[in-house]
């Protein structure tokens, strides 16, 4: 089964296929096809490849499955005896990628 390292919205993930990965939100609506072109490496048993920085014949397909906010993430600033409190939250957008296919060209 192949597998690939792939660069993406800033990130690196290790991948499969049929795999679910959760990155930043993308802009295609739920169940459109994301191509991913900065693929890292790939290796499929003996054989791997290396990009420098990426590998220009390998592509990754996938397909988002849905678009969701992650939990609240508070950050809460106190300064003592100053009478200083600010708090403020904050949810992130995220996107839930399925992994069709990795080719190699």
Do not use: C, W
């Not at 597998?3 to 690196?12: D, L, M, P, R, S």
């Amino acid at each position: 089964m192949k597998e690939a390292v792939i660069e993406f919205k800033g990130f690196q993930y290790k991948v499969k296929e049929n795999d679910l990965i959760t990155t930043q939100k993308v802009e295609n609506d739920a169940g459109e096809l994301v191509e991913i072109g900065n693929v890292l490496l790939v290796y499929d048993g003996d054989k791997v490849l290396v990009g420098t920085p990426y590998v220009p014949t390998a592509k990754v397909v996938a397909r988002v499955v849905k678009h969701y906010k992650a939990d609240k993430v508070i950050a809460f600033r106190f300064v003592n005896k100053e009478n200083v409190r600010k708090k403020r939250g904050h949810r992130q957008e995220l996107s839930e990628l399925k992994i069709e296919k990795i080719v190699l060209e």
